[in-house]
């Protein structure tokens, strides 16, 4: 049995699963899936085109599913896909897609703090951890296991490897590969790997070894970046962690900018 309160406000085609709980004076819409045992708070609005996991839990003044905040966007059919257990605290805004991708998605286990906006046709992984009032423009795609420090800003298009953390206050306009710590205001830069989140998620020494020794060659030997991945191709074993960094820089579209290496 759902848990629903009288001052709710269902639309008549929504789908709730079992054991979901809406808090008091929250609207939800028509065409919108939720599943089992969610439990969304007061306050909150989920509007169309929500398909909302099993387990998550959405805290007061959410706004999620609205439409994108977009120019090109013409009222056409688009969607926001949460994953499963995902907690979504205070006041957090997720936009759904646009035609260019038709949907925005927020994978599993993800906790987003309060007041973080995702835009339109954002990818967001499993396992991320966003903290308070970090912003994300159109089109970013952040991979798995991914930390993003409070008031962090996120240039559209841009994309956040698996395993990287970015620090708080950040103003993220170049792409950040796989495995590092990226930071910085005035000028967003390299800074190392991200050691301590590696071994926390069981890299072992060779594991590190392999990645370093990668970066090594792409942000300090002074090679043109393809002579670089050139190197990193010719010269280092071709290990899972180094084919996942030679294939986020060969990827990408929209004149990919990459993070760059701190200089002092």
């Known amino acids: 049995m759902s848990n629903i309160h009288a ?44 398909r909302i ?7 007061s003044g959410a706004v999620l599913s609205t439409a994108p905040q977009d120019l ?3 009222g056409e059919k688009t969607y926001l896909h949460i994953g499963d257990r995902t907690v979504i605290r205070e006041y957090v805004t997720l936009n759904r ?3 260019a991708s038709g949907k925005t998605v927020v994978g599993s286990d993800n906790l ?6 995702a835009g339109h046709d954002c990818v967001i992984g499993n396992h991320v951890v966003i903290a308070n009032s970090v912003q994300f423009g159109g ?5 798995d296991y991914v930390v993003v420090g409070g008031l962090a800003g996120v240039h559209q298009f841009v994309r956040i490897g698996r395993y990287s953390m970015v620090g708080g206050i950040s103003r993220a306009a170049l792409d950040v590969p796989p495995f590092v710590m990226a930071g910085g205001h ?18 072992g020494s060779e594991q590190l070894g392999n990645i370093r020794n990668a970066y090594r060659i792409i942000f300090q030997s002074g090679l043109l970046l393809s002579k670089a991945l050139e190197a990193v191709r010719n010269d280092l074993p071709q290990t899972p962690e ?9 990827s990408g579209e929209h004149g990919r900018k990459f993070l760059k290496p701190f200089k002092s």
């Open 72 to 74: 090109k966007y013409a």
């Open 112 to 117: 987003i703090m309060a007041y973080v906006h």
């Open 139 to 143: 089109h970013c795609q952040v991979g």
């Open 7 to 50: 001052t709710a406000l269902i639309g008549s085609g929504a789908v709730l699963g079992e054991g979901v709980e809406i808090g008091p004076y929250t609207v939800i819409e028509s065409d919108v899936v939720i599943g089992d045992r969610t439990v969304i708070g007061p306050h909150v609005h989920i509007a169309d085109g929500a």
């Open 186 to 203: 005035a000028s967003f830069r390299y800074e190392g790997l991200n050691v301590l989140g590696l071994k926390r998620r069981g890299f």
């Open 97 to 99: 897609g646009t035609k």
């Open 53 to 59: 996991g099993v387990e998550c839990r959405i805290s």
């Open 242 to 250: 180094v084919l996942e960094i030679l294939d986020f820089f060969a």
